[in-house]
């Protein structure tokens, strides 16, 4: 099966969640005119990242009764959608979540497990973290959403991959750091490097949605990708401007990338499993 | 032992460094609502290397750049931001400071060099912030980290901006970025002054180099090495300890007042937001 992937690589503002739900619909206009089957938005695209207190003005329930969530929805009769924003479930907890709408459906939420609070980070003091890694059914296939620091850490990518999942959603609002006299920053380096590995090793589609803009100076890189099951890339939106890159993605490339390089098929979870019982001193 | 040589490390790609600083200025100026900027242009090279950065972000005929000098400016001073302002083809005015300054220097005869110079850079202060409210233009600042670091600048004077594209940036990495930007060699080349009395240069007052200090300074902000693991690495331990005593002891000019906290919910402490949320 072949389908048309679109990353939509907007500049979210802040705590503004009326002026990012307008954007979002302007990029599925877009997106819908270009034939887009699958429309991947960054993390927190619909409230912004730095949120800090504004979270409790700006979160929303991941209910399709809000208003914010209703829109979304509505919009994913259109296409399919990969949405961002700062959740917050009936007992107050804040997330930060990322949902898989299709067909006026909400398909799967995932909560964003690793949370960044060191150096420049400090989400840990405003959210709870997700307690899930899982992969889901799609019309498109079996997926998982994982979000930015999730994907910095091994074992999200792991294990969405033994559960199941042949398409890796990755969303970030990745703040650009580390210049050197190399052509890109240091964190743009390394996320494309890791990015590029998973689908190499797991012969899976990675499709990576990181947003562009500023908050209080600090930037967001862009440059989103989709790599394909071989590890090369298939597409590259800009550094650090809007963007909407459309790519087609031949999902019958993955079986036959698996079929040179069988890793999926040679893998030995109950190994890793014995292994990890033994690390973690569990009898 | 001899100090490492981090030159390379210091090396900036320059292309990369305008790219984000460009879009930087854009951005946070436009978000709030304004087009313009405004900026003192002293003749050196660091308001230099902002000039060039802000008029390519925001146009040229959307930047005001004041030059301001006290009478014992140097002359060149005044000629090299002059340079600027033709070359980029800036709205540009001239404000002496000096009748500004001079009643309260004659008011004050134990005056020092030291505060006879913050008074200067609170003189500029107040004639930029003027002008920003008259423009409508956003104050950009000019202090670089190197400075920002050691504390070579004036408190509520040079160090006052709403945003500053090169405070991230070492003094030899300006050199770098201003050379990539084609400002006017004269500009770059120059011995790096405040210019606060006549004949100053920063590296004399300070007693050190830019050269050396980037690289120190790079070890223990930008690499975390503590002051005793640049003394392995071959730095001198009295030079280590001075300039490692200077970022402590010069911290407070990089925070704003300290609040006492006694409500629920303290402005600063635990009222916290962006600035971008009020836009």
Known sequence: MKITVGLAQISPKLADVRSNCETHMMFVDRAAREKVDLLVFPELSLTGYMLQDAMAHTARKAVPSDPLMHSMLEASQRLDL?????????????????????RGQIAHLHRKVYLPT????????????????????????????????????LSPPYLAW??????????????????SDDDRLGSARFVETINKSYAAIFGNYVIHSNRVGFEDGQNFWGGSTIFNPDGELVVQAPYFEEALTVAEIDLAQIRRSRARTP????????????ELRRITGEK | MTPPDLTAKLHINTELAR??????????????????????????????LACYLVAQAIGAHNVYAVRMPYRTSSPDSLDHAQLIIDTLGLHSETVDITD????LIARTPDITPLRKGNLMARARMIVLYDRSAAH?????????????????????????????????????????????????????DKPPSADLWIGQTDEDE??????????????LVDERYSPEEAIEAGFDRVYVERVWKLIRTMQFKRRGPLIAKLSKRTVGIDFLYLRDWGY
């Open chain 1, 162 to 179: 033994l559960d199941g999942a042949d398409v890796l959603l990755l969303t970030s609002a990745s703040p650009g750091r580390g210049i």
């Open chain 2, 206 to 219: 300070m007693g050190l180099t830019y050269a050396d200090v980037d690289q120190l300074l790079y070890l």
């Open chain 1, 263 to 274: 890793l999926l098929r040679d893998e030995r979870p109950e190994l890793t499993l014995r």
């Open chain 1, 82 to 102: 990969v949405v961002g924003f700062a959740e917050v479930d009936e007992r107050g907890r804040y997330f930060t979540s990322g949902a898989y709408l299709s």
């Open chain 2, 136 to 188: 409508q233009a956003l104050v950009v600042g000019t202090s670089n980290k190197t400075e920002l670091l050691l504390g070579y600048g004036t408190l509520f004077g040079d160090m006052a901006s709403a945003l500053n594209p090169i405070g991230d940036l070492y003094k030899t990495q300006v050199r770098q970025l201003a050379q990539a930007l084609e400002v006017p060699r004269p500009i770059v």
């Open chain 2, 100 to 103: 500004m300054v001079d009643p």
């Open chain 1, 118 to 153: 060191y150096g420049m980070f400090d989400e840990g003091r405003f959210f709870d973290s997700g307690d899930s890694i899982r992969a889901f059914d799609t019309r498109f296939g079996r997926m998982a959403i994982l979000i930015c620091e999730d994907f910095w850490h």
């Open chain 2, 19 to 48: 790219a984000v600083l460009k879009t930087f200025l854009r951005d946070e100026i436009r978000k709030v609502g304004i087009e313009h900027a405004v900026l003192g242009l002293s003749g050196g090279i660091d308001s230099a």
